[in-house]
């Protein structure tokens, strides 16, 4: 996912993570920090599973990612999420992520493209 636009008037940005259940069957709340159930989200500098926070200081601040930044996700052979940040691995985000999982990507604030 690469970040195009931004609008400076919103706070906040981008959050990215999976959930565990199909989008089909999935009731999605207004914004992804509200899904409580089998979800594995980033959100600024933090990891969040079913709108707990598990880690803090995880990776940089996507909230301060600029424009032209390119975000991805990969569920490694150990159940492991890590974030890639410009290419760069930023390590075990969470584990024990379920398989078959499925991308969520939250447009919020100023993250508008």
């Known amino acids: 996912v690469q ?18 259940n199909s989008p089909e069957r999935f009731n999605f709340p207004g914004t992804a920090s509200s899904i409580k159930r089998s979800a594995w989200l980033i959100q600024r500098d933090s990891v969040f599973h079913n709108s707990l926070k598990i880690c803090d200081n995880y990776g940089p601040n996507l909230d301060t990612c600029p424009e032209g930044t390119v975000l991805g996700l990969l569920v490694d052979n150990t159940h492991g999420l890590h974030l890639f940040v410009n290419g760069m691995d930023q390590g075990v985000a969470a584990q024990d992520i379920p398989n078959p999982c499925y991308v969520v990507i939250d447009l919020y604030g100023q993250c508008e493209q």
Do not use: E, K
């Open 3 to 20: 970040i195009d636009r931004l609008n400076s008037q919103w706070t906040s940005s981008l959050s990215l993570g999976v959930i565990g």
